[in-house]
């Protein structure tokens, strides 16, 4: 969990951090008995079970599977984009906000993440202007409305980044177009923000359980996917509500399934 404040889970009148609320879970399933592994999943095998998990070298075997593989950032693909990821263009104001204190940055997007990403930023940053690339904004009206009651936000919409100024490793500000005249502006900048959504984390299941157009997997029988005793919960099912209660909740239903599925065929 990237979010910089939650402020809409219970139990946390005054709010906590993405960060912090991680680790508090993390410990208590830590007490309850539950083993944590560091590393990437590689790859499955779901054509059979036990239904084998590789992890680097390692492979592990499971009985059944719940997949909460969550969604990540999408990028612009943007001109000179590769070249700057990391130096200078970022998808976590949470994560690299501090990196760019008293500079003046940009945050590409309209919806809630891009208002709560710069809205943030403002933390650090001398300036942050917001680049959309309609006039209205996706955002939910509180969002926006804190967001534009911000004075060190700014705003450029009706454009479009079409590259990104800057080689050598150093970034220079963005190339934006506007959508009404298609006239170009070179906009300086210290740094950039994406924030225009996320895709769902399934390349590593190479198609073996069933998702929509978008790659969120589809839930078939309460939270079970296609493949008997292979569950889903999270972000990489969840298309609309995205949120870290929706989430948990969706982690305890598959658990809840998860088990029961495993009495109902005597594992």
């Known amino acids: 969990m990237l979010t910089s404040d939650v402020e809409n889970y219970p139990g946390y009148p005054e709010g906590i951090t993405g960060p912090e609320m991680m680790m508090e879970l993390r410990s208590q399933a830590s007490r309850f008995g539950c083993q944590i592994v560091d590393k990437n999943v590689d790859s499955v095998d779901l054509s059979k079970t036990p239904f084998k998990v590789t992890v680097g070298t390692e492979e592990h075997l499971a009985k059944s599977l719940i997949i909460t593989t969550g969604a990540e950032a999408v990028w612009l693909d943007a001109q000179n ?12 104001a949470t994560c690299d906000g501090a990196f ?12 809630d993440s891009a208002m709560e990403e710069a809205t943030f930023l403002t933390r650090f940053c001398s300036k942050v202007t917001i680049v959309h690339r309609r006039e209205g904004l996706r955002s939910s009206q509180i969002m926006a409305d804190r967001a ?16 990104w100024l800057g080689d050598d490793g150093n970034f220079e500000g ?6 009404r005249n298609n006239v170009k502006e ?5 740094g950039a923000f994406i924030a225009i959504g996320h895709k769902p ?3 590593f299941l190479n198609g073996q359980v069933e998702t929509d157009e978008q790659g969120y997997i589809i839930w078939k029988e309460n ?18 509500y ?21 009495e109902d065929n005597e594992h």
Do not use: Y
Not at 157 to 163: A, P
Not at 174 to 179: G, I, K
């Open 242 to 262: 995205r949120q870290a209660v929706t989430a948990a909740g969706m982690g305890c239903m598959a658990a809840i399934d998860a088990e029961r599925w495993l």
């Open 148 to 163: 534009q009651s911000n004075p060190k936000i700014e705003w450029k919409l009706n454009r479009v980044v079409k590259g």
């Open 223 to 240: 939270s079970m996917t296609s493949v008997s005793g292979v569950f889903a919960a999270g972000d990489v099912v969840d298309t609309r």
């Open 201 to 203: 984390m399934t390349g």
């Open 100 to 111: 760019f204190r008293d500079k003046e940055v940009i945050v590409v997007g309209g919806g």
């Open 174 to 179: 963005a190339v934006l177009v506007d959508t």
């Open 186 to 190: 070179d906009f300086s900048c210290d």
């Open 81 to 92: 984009e590769s070249t700057h990821k990391g130096r200078g263009i970022s998808t976590c």
